[in-house]
């Protein structure tokens, strides 16, 4: 059974992969942290250096950003990719703007109320369990702390552009995503969808940019589907 890597999302670790890591009991799961570097390139390569010389490769937000450049490092090792609630295009000068004053926050040792007021609002959906999940997302960011905060957010300021490596992608792929996510929003994951010959796109309602902890049953049953795939 193929190896899978899992890559969390910004200030997460691999508690946001907790319901599909007891589901897919039996597999190899590995979740390497993202907190060793303030650059995409270099994050790869670690996550590369981590893993086994084969496997499926699925990352969420941050985490997928980092999967295209591990599939752009060395797409020979990545049997299958899963990319859910990202992003393929370098970040926007108005996205950009916001970093320095939150970086600074952080800094400054408002970590706390940086997740609390700009960052975690913005994530889900509404519904019944969004207080839980929303707590779990403080607890890994504070558990994970400023430095990662500040790595983490460099990292993604000065991304590059993806969507020509997603073109040379030919493994297959799952595309996947909360139908209200406002961060990473549907369109982007129809563009990446176009981008990839033979992708599946998968939209999952009543999740917003975390599905995997909103609405995990859906997630998981879209997560074995391609793992299976042919």
Request: aromatic share 2%.
């Amino acid at each position: 059974m193929t190896p899978l890597v899992l890559l969390p999302g910004m200030m997460c670790d691999a508690r946001l992969f907790g319901p599909q890591i007891a589901a897919l009991d039996g597999r190899d799961v590995l979740v390497p942290a993202l907190d060793g570097a303030d650059d995409m390139g270099t994050l790869a390569a670690q996550v590369l250096a981590a893993s086994p010389e084969r496997f499926a490769l699925a990352g969420l937000s941050m985490g997928g950003i980092v999967a295209m450049e591990v599939i752009r490092q060395a797409p020979q090792r990545v049997e299958r990719l899963a990319l859910l609630d990202t992003n393929p295009r370098a970040e926007t000068p108005a996205v950009q703007a916001r970093r320095a004053p939150q970086i600074a926050a952080a800094k400054a040792g408002r970590l706390h109320e940086v997740m609390r007021d700009e960052m975690k609002p913005n994530y889900l959906a509404d519904g019944p369990g969004r207080q839980d999940v929303l707590d779990l997302c403080m607890a890994m960011a504070m558990d994970l702390g400023p430095d990662v905060f500040v790595r983490q957010s460099v990292a993604l300021r000065d991304r590059p552009d993806q969507q020509e490596t997603l073109r040379g992608v030919t493994v297959p792929t799952l595309i996947l995503c909360g139908a209200e996510d406002a961060l990473c929003p549907v369109e982007r994951h129809e563009l990446m969808h176009g981008l990839i010959p033979g992708s599946t796109l998968t939209i999952i309602d009543g999740a917003g940019h975390l599905p995997t902890l909103e609405t995990p049953d859906e997630t998981n049953a879209a997560l074995r589907r391609w793992l299976e795939a042919a």
